[in-house]
Structures are given as C-alpha cells and as structure tokens.
C-alpha cells in the first residue's frame, strides 16, 4: 500500500522556523523525484520546492525561495521542507506528492501549518 505522511506542521510565530517531514512507503522512493506544494484557502497548490531523484536538481517557488530548502534521505524514504523566515502568507496545508518522469503518481493527506503570534 502506497502512503505519503506528511508530519512536523502546526502553530509558528511569524519569523520562526519549521521542518516538514514525510515518510514514504510502498513504492520505490529513489526513483522518484519529490516535490512539496501547498495550497491556501481560495488559491491554486503551489510549488514550494522540488527534489528530482538522479541528479539532485532542486527548484524552489518564488513566494519561498531563500526561505526554504529540501533535502531527502532515500536510506530513510523521507524527504524534508526546512522553512524559515515564515511569514502571514504561509500558513496552507503542505503536501508532498511523489512524481516519476513528470507525472504526479501519488499523493499525501497533507498537514496544516500555521503562522500566528
């Protein structure tokens, strides 16, 4: 069975830090390249950040980039959102799909984050 479980999110103070896990199971993880988008209350998902599997090519979105990185552990089948600096227009629900070759395959529940003082 194929799972995607995001953990780590919750309530932040504006300019604190946190870092997204997720765990993968039941696929194989190294082949596929990692990515983590969110999606705010009335808007589209957005791409946060992404890892690809072989040549360890990352992009960012550009409402994040310079505030967040990503990281994966294939030992582990995890794969990690550091994001610092955060701000009011953080605050989403956080996924962590898994694609192969350009293709969304599988797809977490997701996990809330919060920014308030």
């Known amino acids: 069975q194929v799972q995607l479980v995001e953990s780590g999110g919750g309530l932040v103070q504006p300019g604190g830090s946190l870092r997204l896990s997720c765990r993968a199971s039941?696929?194989?993880?190294?082949?596929?390249?990692m990515r983590w988008y969110r999606q705010r209350p009335g808007k589209k998902r957005e791409l946060i950040a992404g890892?690809?599997?072989?040549?360890?090519?990352?992009e960012y979105g550009d409402a994040v980039k310079g505030r967040v990185t990503i990281d994966r552990d294939d030992a582990q089948n995890m794969v990690y959102l550091e994001m610092n600096l955060l701000k009011p227009a953080d605050p989403a629900v956080y996924y962590c799909?898994?694609?192969?070759?350009?293709?969304?395959?599988?797809w977490g529940q997701g996990l809330q984050v919060t920014v308030s003082s």
């Open positions: 039941g696929f194989v993880f190294s082949g596929y390249a």
């Open positions: 799909p898994a694609w192969y070759y350009g293709h969304l395959i599988y």
């Open positions: 890892l690809r599997r072989a040549d360890g090519d990352i």
